[in-house]
């Protein structure tokens, strides 16, 4: 099998694993209430710690009305909350709440079970080549 073919297949298996492991975390929590598109909003959210809208609609390279009605979903399922600025109150800071901390946790797990599937038969040598790689790949 030539190696392009090899890494095929290999792309494959990972694709059906990992949405495998998502839909096991997705169908039994609270995940499952929100679209894709929500989660990786909290997920940005999460990773950008308090941001404004105008930093969320940056990071997602979007507009501000682009995304409003989302966060205001968000904001009424109680997933995130808002908060005036102290420094500045026309500007509002999106924190999660109780129910977007808890999702950010189980989108954790998730990324830490991929990560103990890649890595449960590689040594500690071989984990960090498979990480110097995979960041080569996707760090262009």
């Given at each position: ?40 909003y ?43 600025s ?53 760090n262009?």
């Amino acid at each position: 099998m030539q190696s392009g073919q090899a890494l095929v297949n290999s792309i494959d298996l990972l694709t059906r694993k990992i949405e495998e492991i998502e839909v096991d975390v997705i169908e039994n929590s609270e995940l499952v209430k929100l679209s894709r598109k929500q989660i990786y909003y909290l997920d940005v959210i999460n990773e950008l710690e308090n941001p404004t809208l105008g930093e969320i609609a940056k990071k997602l390279a979007l507009s501000k009305p682009s995304i409003t009605a989302i966060i205001e979903k968000l904001v009424q399922s109680g997933y995130i909350v808002k908060v005036k600025s102290d420094a500045d109150r026309r500007v509002s800071h999106i924190h999660l709440g109780d129910k977007g901390k808890m999702i950010a946790q189980l989108h954790n797990d998730i990324h830490s079970r991929i990560e103990a599937f890649l890595t449960e038969s590689l040594n500690n040598s071989e984990k960090e080549q498979l990480t110097r790689m995979l960041s080569k790949a996707v760090n262009k």
